[in-house]
């Protein structure tokens, strides 16, 4: 394989941006250029005159300009089974995954239909962008299986667990303590470090564990402590109350899952969006990750997450960004971030685009603590990345006519971008957004 030299304007966070005008905060070259090794990551990037005068004479180039070249997105909180529950009328999360979720992902004990729909899962993503996800497969190891397997043959760097419950929940979607552990077990086994595969351990949340589950899930914490822990937590009120009526003990929900060791850096939590003071300190303290998901909050009705405030506590709580397939609305985080602006613009505060894409990229890489391979441009980075053009509609190539900044651009793509806007998504230097 040659290397191959990519062009366009590159956009790369260094951290998080402090306001609209910290140009410090990021990589910007408007006629920039890439190099791409043979083991597909970046291996030279700067003003593409400078980066093509280094290059071999065979080298093979790709020439995106005008449009903008980012890190591939990354997705913290989805739901591999989802996909044909999207779009689901329901008053509220109880209902949506009574009469909805629960019988679809009963599905997944059919290692035929596990695998189609991780053909449909991994292609969606990549047609909007998203080169990394999290996420929860069904309470059947086969999913986890298709979900992995897919991800192998495709060379993405994906997160995911086999769901853990044994309880509140049709049967066959119950396992037991014993099995959780043990087909837990076997997909770390089987998948972890397979590729650019993740295992996260994934008790779905404590409704739906016991004591004895989240046992369960503890010890596996002890024996796999640089893994992944994914769950649920204060996503709604009703949940919330019938959660703390479960584990009477517990001083609120956040206690539950610190009693059984599952609080730590590697943690992410699903929503959070009705926290206590003693809860939001408790995060902090571990160093857990509050995942916001917007379009699904917005779509339950489950409630508006203060991210800046969190953000901003003396004790501050990390924070990422998803779409939550499929109580999210959209595949994209395009539009994920244009609902997390609109929820803070309702919380009266504001969130400003390179802050957007500083989450997306950079931030939600920090998040998983693997930002030293996705989630920038630099030097020994894997070239996941995504180009995208701001005049991919009418709309928005009328709107660009008077655009003059690179955050306005942004904050274009941001509010009025899709899958459209997605001129080519690259994994690992291998270019791989599905036709349309």
Known sequence: ???????????????????????DSYLYEHDGGLMVGEDGRISAIGDYATVKAGAAEDVIEIDHRPH???PGFIDTHVHFPQ??????????????????TFPEECRFVESDHAARIATHFYDEFLRHGTTTAVAYCSVHKASADAFFAEALK???CMVGGKVMMDRNAPQGLLDTPEMGYDETRAVIEQWH???????????RFAITSTPEQMKAAQALAQEFPDLFIQTHLSENHDEIKYTCELYPEATDYTDIYARYGLLGKKTLLGHAIHLSEREMDALSEAGSI?????????????????????????????????????????????????????IQQLLGERLN???????????????????ADIGTLDIGSVADLVVLDAGSTPAMKLRMETIKTLPEELFLLQTMGDDRAVVETYVAGKAMKPAA
């Open 1 to 23: 394989m040659t290397n191959t030299l990519i062009r366009g304007r590159l956009l790369s966070f260094h951290r998080a941006p402090h306001s609209l005008t910290d140009s």
């Open 68 to 70: 903008l070249i980012l």
């Open 83 to 100: 996909m044909q529950v999207i779009a689901s009328y329901a008053a509220n999360l109880l209902e949506w995954l009574n009469t909805y």
């Open 154 to 156: 495709r060379n993405m």
């Open 193 to 203: 470090g397979k590729g650019r595969n993740h295992v996260a351990i994934t008790p």
């Open 290 to 342: 509050a995942v916001h998901c917007p379009t699904s909050n917005l779509f339950l009705g489950s409630g508006l997450f203060p991210m800046k405030a969190l953000m901003r506590r003396e004790k501050p709580v990390r924070v990422s960004v998803a779409t939550d397939i499929g109580g999210g609305s959209s595949y994209s985080m395009l539009k994920t971030m244009d609902e997390a602006y609109k």
């Open 353 to 371: 685009p390179l802050e957007s894409y500083y989450l997306m990229t950079r931030g939600n890489a920090e998040a998983l603590s693997m930002e």
